[in-house]
C-alpha cells in the first residue's frame, strides 16, 4: 500500500475492529487454559473447606496455587502477545483487520516491525495496569469499583488525542488505515 495512499481509519471502524479482535483472543485464551489445566489444576493436598452453612453434599473448593497462578497468567500473557506482535508486524493482517480493511502501519506508511509490535502490545496493558493499580489504591476506601473505569483508557484516550489515535499506536508510533483491496485484504 503507498503511504501516501493510506488513509487513517474512522474511530467506530477501529473500535469495532477492537471488539472482533477481543472475541477472537478470547478463544484462544480460553484455548491455551485448557491446555494448561493438567499443569494447574490443584492436588488434594490444596483442599479447602467447604463453605460454612453450605448444603451437606456440598465438594469441596480446590485452591489453585499461587505458582499455578502466575504459570497461567504468564503463559495467557505470552499466548496474546504472540498472536498480536505476528498479526501486527511484516504487513500482516489478522481476521477482523481484514474483516473491517484495517492496515497497521507506522506513521512513515511503512510495515510494522517486530520490536514496533511488541512496543504496541505492552502499550496495549496500560489501561488495565492503571486499573489494577486504581483497584488497590481505591480498594481501602470502598471504592474499588471505580478502577474498571481505567480499563478503557487505551480508547478513550482517542476522544483527546490530536489525531484521535489509541494511546497504544501514540506510543508505538504506528496508526490503523483503511486497507485497499490490494493490500491483501
Not at 472475541?23 to 480460553?30: D, R, V
Not at 495496569?129 to 480498594?139: D, E, K, P
Request: glycine share 12%; proline share 8%.
Amino acid at each position: 500500500m503507498d503511504a501516501a495512499a493510506a488513509r487513517p481509519a474512522g474511530l467506530a471502524r477501529r473500535l469495532g475492529a477492537s471488539g472482533y479482535e477481543g472475541l477472537l483472543l478470547a478463544g484462544l485464551l480460553i484455548a491455551v487454559g485448557f491446555v494448561l489445566l493438567p499443569v494447574v489444576t490443584p492436588v488434594p493436598n490444596h483442599v479447602v473447606a467447604p463453605m460454612p452453612g453450605g448444603a451437606a453434599g456440598t465438594p469441596p473448593l480446590y485452591a489453585i496455587s499461587p505458582a499455578a497462578r502466575r504459570l497461567s497468567a504468564v503463559a495467557l500473557f505470552a499466548a496474546a502477545g504472540l498472536y498480536c506482535t505476528w498479526f501486527w508486524s511484516g504487513g500482516r493482517r489478522s481476521l477482523p483487520m481484514k474483516t473491517w480493511r484495517l492496515a497497521l502501519r507506522t506513521v512513515s506508511g511503512r510495515p510494522v516491525g517486530l520490536p514496533s509490535a511488541m512496543v504496541r502490545y505492552l502499550a496495549c496493558w496500560v489501561g488495565p495496569a492503571l486499573a489494577i493499580a486504581g483497584y488497590q489504591a481505591l480498594q481501602p476506601l470502598g471504592e474499588a469499583r471505580w478502577a474498571s473505569l481505567l480499563l478503557g483508557a487505551n480508547y478513550v484516550w482517542s476522544l483527546i488525542d490530536r489525531d484521535r489515535q489509541f494511546l497504544q499506536d501514540r506510543i508505538a508510533r504506528t496508526r490503523l488505515v483503511l486497507a485497499g483491496h490490494a493490500a491483501g485484504g
